[in-house]
Structures are given as structure tokens and as C-alpha cells.
């Protein structure tokens, strides 16, 4: 305990301007934002990587109803806590995520976490917040992040209904239209490349920038990760066996753990939302 109050001391030296009900707020916000957070990734993105004061956050959460906490399993077999909004979560993450200056548009709602895909779901966040990291030391804002499950939905409504009025040429054209405006690489052979999350952002001048990340974990294959680091994906290795996976294709880690291959960050434009 008293380690654990050190370090809270510290924490609360470094970081002094934010107070525990904004780190709250921010915590909850991303809760909503990413679907399920897991609680040691919280801690470090938003409470200074403190346990003790991210505990007392989420039992205040859980009384009011608001955060359901439950445990996973890793994937060397080691548990984890994961954090998802209840119905009355989602109404109070939208408030919050609006107050941040996010767009009317972000998704915030409940997702179904199954357990053997937690452990990829939750690494998400942690990739993310790293991007997000990165763009705020660029002063850049984030404005907006799509989860694959949305980009996937939207590409696929828009195709569906082409199919069913012109057909499956109409379809494909329709679906690489769309692809093109939300800022995803199509491959040679007409795939479309999700990422695990789409970060929107506005840079220092005012402009509108995506960046595409994928968290990488260590039953990817080799081609997969291949095409989307050169379609210039950010990608995050999720454990030492991704690393080790990345480290063997040639990818190389940048200064802040990232494994880039060319540019992360699409060019600044103005965005069709």
C-alpha cells in the first residue's frame, strides 16, 4: 500500500492539473468509445498507472450502475479484469464523449465481448491510446474513432444496396467507393483492409487526418500483417509473441513501441463524414 500511495503522490505531482473526477470522465468516456477496456489498461492511460485510485473509480461506477467489471481469460491462461458500460453507462458516455469536443457521430454503445476474444479486444485500446499518445505530441486532436465492427457495417450497407438494385458489379464499385471515402486501402484483389480501430483527427493547422491501427497479436498470419503495414497501418504488438511475429517479417519498433512500415497517417484532407 504504501508503494501503491508513492506512486499515486507522484502521479498526482506530474500530472496536477488533472483532478480524479476529469480523469474519471475521460476513463469513462473511453470505456464507451473502445466497448471493453481492461482495468490495467485504464489505470495507465488514465489514472497515472495508479491501481488503487482506478479501483475507487470503478466501485463508484458499479454502485451507480454504471460500469460492469468481469473477468477473462489471457492468452497464457492468466486473468484479467474488463470494463463495459451498462445501459445507463452509455447515456453518460455520450455526454462525456460530446463535452470532449468529439464528433455527434461516435459510436457508443454496448458490445457483445465474448471471452476468447477479449484479450484482442481490450488490446485495442491500448494500441489506440499509444496513436492517440502520438498525435496529442503532435498537437493534434482526436475527434472521432471507428472500431472495425463499424467500418465493416457501413461498407457493407452501402454494397448490399447496390447488389439489390444494379447488381454485383454495381456492389463492388459501390463498396470500394465507400472504402476510399472513410480512408481504407483496397489490396490488388479488391479486398478491403480493416484496421482494428480508425482514429479521426484534426492537426495544428485544422486539417483532417484518419490513422488506421491494428493490434497485432501472435495467431496473425504473416500476409495479413504484411499487407496492412504496407498499406501503412499503425501496428502495435499485443504480447512477445506478436513482437516476436513482427521482429521475423522486418518490421522495426519505433521509439514509442510502435512496428511502422511506411506512413501511419493518412494525408490531412478535408473528411466526408
Same mark, same amino acid.
Given at each position: ?9 507522484? =502521479?498526482?505531482?506530474?500530472?496536477? #492539473? ?24 485504464? /489505470? ?36 484479467? !479484469? ?5 445501459? =445507463?453507462?452509455?447515456?453518460? /458516455?455520450?455526454?462525456?464523449? =460530446? ?64 447488389? !439489390? ?5 454495381? /456492389? ?58 504496407? /498499406? ?5 504488438? #499485443? ?13 522495426? =519498433? ?20
Amino acid at each position: 500500500m504504501r508503494d501503491g500511495h508513492r506512486r499515486e503522490y507522484a =502521479a498526482g505531482r506530474e500530472r496536477g #492539473s488533472i483532478s480524479f473526477p476529469e480523469r474519471c470522465a475521460g476513463a469513462l468516456a473511453d470505456i464507451g468509445v473502445h466497448g471493453a477496456v481492461s482495468f490495467r489498461d485504464l /489505470a495507465e492511460a488514465r489514472f497515472g498507472g495508479h491501481p488503487y485510485t482506478t479501483r475507487r473509480a470503478v466501485d463508484l461506477w458499479i454502485r451507480d450502475g454504471l460500469v460492469t467489471e468481469t473477468t477473462a481469460t489471457g492468452p497464457n491462461g492468466n486473468p484479467f !479484469k474488463v470494463l463495459t458500460l451498462t445501459p =445507463a453507462g452509455v447515456g453518460d /458516455a455520450r455526454k462525456l464523449a =460530446a463535452e470532449r469536443g468529439m464528433d455527434p457521430g461516435q459510436r457508443i454503445d454496448i458490445p457483445r465481448v465474448r471471452s476468447e476474444q477479449a484479450s484482442h479486444d481490450t488490446a485495442v485500446y491500448r494500441a489506440t491510446w499509444k496513436e492517440r499518445q502520438r498525435l496529442r505530441s503532435q498537437r493534434a486532436t482526436m475527434r472521432r474513432v471507428r472500431l472495425d465492427t463499424e467500418l465493416r457495417s457501413a461498407v457493407a450497407r452501402g454494397s448490399e444496396s447496390a447488389r !439489390k438494385k444494379d447488381g454485383k458489379r454495381a /456492389a463492388d464499385a459501390e463498396r470500394h467507393r465507400i472504402a476510399h471515402e472513410l480512408g481504407l486501402p483496397v489490396d490488388d484483389e479488391g479486398s478491403v483492409l480493416y484496421p482494428d480501430a480508425q482514429i479521426e483527427y484534426t492537426d495544428a493547422e485544422g486539417r483532417t487526418g484518419r490513422v488506421n491501427v491494428e493490434a497485432v497479436s501472435g495467431d496473425y498470419r504473416e500476409p495479413a500483417v504484411r499487407a496492412k503495414a504496407a /498499406a501503412g497501418f499503425a501496428i502495435r504488438a #499485443s504480447g512477445s509473441a506478436a513482437a516476436a511475429l513482427l521482429g521475423r517479417i522486418g518490421l522495426s =519498433a519505433g521509439e514509442d513501441g510502435s512496428w511502422l512500415r511506411g506512413p501511419a497517417d493518412r494525408d490531412p484532407a478535408s473528411v466526408e463524414l
